[in-house]
């Protein structure tokens, strides 16, 4: 069963840093693609960034560009998002979620829609 459980939100001053986890199980990240999405209440989950399951490939939106990295360990099972200058507008509840993709993919999609298993989420929030 394909399981995610993210981790690493906290309170966090404007212009801080921050690290996300997004542990993986039941499957291998060489054939899934694993994205990074945030939610604010009354809003649409927006996509954040992807990795490709080649992990060659990413992407971001224009709001973290710069900002945000996302990376993974595949013997760890383990997709990271690190959140540099964060901003009040970053304050939400982050998700990774998961779309198999086949092996060595450079697929990086950004829908939710796209997305299959979602984790149960992490919040994060910027203030002062």
């Known amino acids: 069963q394909l399981q995610l459980v993210e981790s690493g939100g906290d309170l966090v001053q404007p212009g801080g840093s921050l690290t996300l986890s997004c542990v993986a199980s039941?499957?291998?990240?060489?054939?899934?693609?694993i994205g990074w999405f945030r939610q604010t209440p009354g809003t649409e989950r927006e996509g954040v960034s992807s990795i490709s399951s080649s992990g060659r490939s990413t992407r971001y939106a224009d709001s973290v560009k710069g900002r945000f990295t996302i990376s993974r360990n595949v013997a760890k099972k383990t997709v990271f998002l690190q959140m540099n200058d964060l901003k009040p507008d970053d304050t939400a509840v982050y998700y990774c979620?998961?779309?198999?993709?086949?092996?060595?993919?450079?697929?990086?999609?950004?829908?939710?829609?796209?997305?299959?298993?979602w984790g149960q989420g992490t919040r994060v929030t910027v203030s002062s």
């Open positions: 039941g499957f291998n990240l060489d054939y899934y693609v």
């Open positions: 979620a998961t779309i198999f993709s086949g092996y060595g993919s450079g697929w990086t999609p950004i829908l939710a829609t796209d997305y299959t298993t």
